[in-house]
């Protein structure tokens, strides 16, 4: 099976820089992603980690350690629309490929 | 531009009726799913599709069947709507499983 991790809410202030942490474990994994959902809408696309390391693109950074089972997205720079839940999601080969999701993380920005 | 449409936002049903909820999608995907999301248990997912036709039960099928007659439409059937299927019911499409593009949603009340 699979179980994914991630705190539920975080609080930060508009300018500083916010780590949010998902922690996953599968036996077949193959790729972790992150989607930002804003309330009332869909989820949209952030990042894909399939390699260790770090994936930037922009404010926002997605970093993967396959070994640990670990991976954190991290935004800086924060802006009061990047005020959102942000879901983890992980593939497992051994339950066909699609992704899973975690429960998500509600980012509260704050002035 | 990517594009998933479903065919409501809004919707109230009875106990006992039959709902139909459409998803159609215009990015030529073979992979469409279906997901349910309510507060605090996050994306679970209920039925996925792969192909015209073929179809593949997720972790929440109880209560629901699916159909996949064209590539672009993947349509989600409650046979006798229950209260407990109350809930925000998202749809997504994806090439080889990588990136989900999300439609809208559909808020789900039933009475």
């Known amino acids: 099976g699979q179980n994914i991790d991630q705190p539920t809410e975080m609080t930060a202030t508009e300018g500083a820089i916010v780590q949010i942490n998902c922690t996953y474990q599968t036996s077949g994994f193959n790729g972790l992603f992150w989607y930002q959902q804003h309330a009332g809408e869909a989820p949209t696309f952030l990042s894909y980690n399939v390699l260790d390391g770090l994936e930037e693109k922009g404010r926002f950074s997605s970093f993967l350690s396959r070994s640990k089972g670990y991976s954190y997205l991290l935004l800086k720079e924060l802006q009061m629309k990047d005020s959102a839940s942000y879901l983890c999601a992980v593939r497992d080969n051994n339950q066909g490929g699609k992704p899973i999701f975690g429960q998500g993380t509600e980012l509260s920005v704050k002035p | 531009d990517v594009k998933v449409t479903q065919s409501s936002r809004y919707l109230v049903k009875r106990t006992g009726e039959k709902v139909f909820l459409e998803c159609v999608q215009d990015m030529d995907h073979e992979n469409m799913f279906w997901y349910r999301q309510d507060p605090g248990l996050g994306l679970r997912l209920i039925y996925f599709?792969?192909?015209?036709?073929?179809?593949e039960k997720g972790d929440i099928p109880e209560g629901y069947s699916v159909s996949r007659e064209k590539k672009e439409r993947f349509s989600l059937i409650l046979e006798s709507a229950s209260t407990n299927q109350t809930s925000m019911y998202l749809c997504?499409?994806?090439?080889?499983?990588?990136?989900?593009?999300f439609g809208p949603g559909t808020r789900l009340t039933v009475t």
């Open positions: 599709s792969y192909d015209v036709k073929m179809k």
């Open positions: 997504a499409s994806s090439a080889n499983f990588n990136e989900q593009y």
